[in-house]
């Protein structure tokens, strides 16, 4: 269910890894749970990240939640097509709906986050809400 050659978080991103570079969105669990995405606030080229902390929102039909980066490093593209289409995050979470490319700070982050079988293993033993 889960792209195998992602990771994520347990705030529910993931990221893509191409050399030192990672491409970050939101899950499809995610999405799932935050229902329409009616809007996306997303940071600039440029701006750094910290691991952990929020970067953007996503609001939704019911809710406005935070995005967390799963790494630090430097934005280096965001995803312009989300102002007008913020509901790509909806249909395509894993490709068209990314939200940022950044630049990794420390790579070593990675290694805390989870393969897409720890993370389904997560998900599951997520009490109800």
Known sequence: MYPEDLLYSEEHEWISIQDHTGTIGITDYAQSELGDVVFVELP????KLQAKEPFGS?????????????????????NDKLADKPEMINDDPYGNGWMVKVRLSDPAELEELFSAQEYEEYLAAKPEE
């Not at 600039?44 to 701006?47: A, E, N, Q």
């Not at 799963?70 to 280096?76: K, L």
């Open 44 to 47: 600039h080229v440029g701006d």
């Open 58 to 78: 996503v609001e939704s039909v019911k809710a406005v939640s935070e995005v967390y980066s799963p790494v630090s490093g430097e934005i280096v593209e965001v």
